[in-house]
């Protein structure tokens, strides 16, 4: 019966003949572990195509829902985090894979004749395995992913004449939104794929035409192996033990949590995915007019050189120690690669927002490189324009919290400097526009946080205010009235309520941030106060408790074991801010979100930080299906099993 069904189906499909093309095959020199990249890229292919296809089950190509549904599988579908960290790692190690299988290639001379056209559709594949690798990160959407590609159109938009066209095409418009989400997505999960799986069928075919090339030594290419069953025993082997690593680093180093893409957001530098950093950092050594050597020169030499090879090193001999030019080029170029990507990764380029920034509106502070003249910024506005100028800048003051730390004519907290005088200290608008943007450029000690989410107007509205402070002058107010220059404090804030609790909590309440996002926003606008990782005790006089409550641990009727419930007992502070109960209290909490000081994904970065010192981990799975370490014990004891089979029965064959 089953001799009749096998012969049935290869009467009408020739099922053992591509059996018999796949398996058997001479291999000179024997059966290596050398050899095993190949087959171990090939399994990773598919493996990247299964959790990709699993993945698309739940993805959902939209900028508003990317983020929550790529979140909504890591955490709430079972083994939804083996599906997505099977796929983000093997990715990781696809790009890796296929770099040593042809540096291996190249070593044993596998490229020279009659393997040429095998050469050169390996060097394709490695191009759209980039492609794969610049494409998948955005899908997302967020915080890594999007700078990543941010950073990568942006490089595309500096290549001479086309340019601007190539910016464009590749983000589906002027400014990076769901246009390029889209054309990503499409590209990723169908285009290059498919051109990736055609490339690979014709490069196993032009393989097989002519065979592995074997040892370089001619006495070792006499022995003659097979690949059923020796090489295929090797082959196995490797691929079980990567997918026991790529288990254990789903299990042990899950993929990153970075938060959802925020535009607004400027705390996270900008850079390329890991795998192009040495392009990045070879464009940064390229300056003004030599940019287009850094931005086309660099990569199209690589290619080139690699696409080319086989025909400029046309000398028969395979032996490295015979062919010291190209291995001595070749070594370097892999040197140089390593170097410049391990210098990316070290480096600080400039964050997105130090670029040029928009024509200043009316009543603004003059451009950055102008005279620095006392009270100039100011100058500009007059009449109602001033008053109505100052009035906006008094308002963005309350607002912001600004009160919290500084004090105008003995009202508000102690912790920065008075700022009851600031028009009469000769300043400039442009000194003020760099310590509101950027304290740390004029004391790097600096504790007072930065206002990038600023925009011009606002910048220009709040300088004015401040360099209209005199001690013990009055202000004229928008309809033309004297008032008193202090700020109100305390309960009568008309920006601050009187318990966070009253506000309701925000969009962020709902997001999933980065822990390691969340350290840094932290240390910029909450170290002041609540001190490094939430553990100093801020003297606040005239509050009931006489200092600011700590965050680490912090209070225990706040805290939940269950991260959405933690989230949005402290999201309710952040949002709204909070005046502590007392006669006097001098530090009170802004409210970040109300004030807009921070953007919504920047808070939800801050409470999964806040969490984490408590112990809490804001992305938690929820529903896992199984452990995850018990299934990576499951995995070890059925692999080893299924080794140990094979093993006896490769030495009962023997």
Known sequence: MRSGVKTWIDDRLPLRAAVRWGLEEDIPGGASYAYVFGSANLFLFLLLAVTGVLQLFYYVPTTDHAYESVMYLRLQVPFGWLVHGLHYWCAQAFVVVVGLHAARVFLWGAYKNPRELTWLMGVLLLLLVAAMAFTGPLLAWDQLGYWAAEVGTSIAGTVPWIG????????????????????????????????????IVLHLAAFRQFGGAGPWNPEARRHVGKFWPDQV???????????????????????????????????????????????????KSFQGPWEVLGTVGVPLA????????????????????RRPIAIVGGTALVILILALTVMGQLSQPLAIGARAAPATPQGAPPKPGAPAEPNKGAAAPSGKVASANIQKGRELYQSQGCAACHKIDGQGGAVGPDLSNEGSKGRSADWLVAQIRNPKVHNAASIMPPYPALSQEQLANLVVYLLSLHSGAEKPTAGGKKESSAVTTGAESQHLPMSGKQGPPGAAATLI???????????????????????????????????????????????????????AQIDRFIQ????????????????????????????????????????????????????????????LVALGAIGAMAVLRFLVRK
């Open 233 to 283: 025993y090797k082959d196995v082997l490797i691929t079980s033990l990567a997918f026991i690593i790529l288990v254990g680093f789903c299990v042990f180093w899950r993929a990153p949590i970075t938060g959802v893409a925020d535009p607004l957001g400027r705390s996270l530098t900008p850079k390329p995915a890991w795998n192009f950093l040495f392009l990045y950092q070879a464009l």
């Open 164 to 199: 601007d066209f190539l910016e464009r095409f590749v983000r589906g418009g002027e400014t990076m939104g769901q246009g390029t989400l889209s054309r990503f997505f499409i590209f990723h999960v169908a285009i290059v794929p498919a051109v990736l799986f055609a490339f």
């Open 576 to 635: 709204h801010g909070s005046i502590p109960k007392g006669s006097h209290p001098a530090i009170y909490m802004p409210g970040y979100g109300d004030g807009m000081t921070l953007t919504q994904p920047q808070i939800a970065a801050i409470e999964a930080y806040i969490l984490d010192l408590n112990g809490v981990d804001r992305a938690a799975i929820e529903h896992p299906g199984m452990s995850p370490r018990r299934f990576f014990l499951w995995t």
């Open 513 to 567: 941030g980065g822990v390691k996002l969340g350290r840094r926003l932290f240390a910029d606008y909450c170290n002041s106060c609540h001190g490094p990782e939430g553990t100093d005790r801020v003297p606040d006089p005239g509050s009931e408790k006489g200092i600011v409550p700590g965050l680490n641990p912090i209070d225990p009727n706040l805290s939940s074991d269950d991260p959405s419930v933690f989230a």
């Open 302 to 321: 690589i290619i080139l050189l690699l696409f080319f090879l086989p025909f400029y090193d046309r000398n028969s001999e395979r032996s490295p120690r």
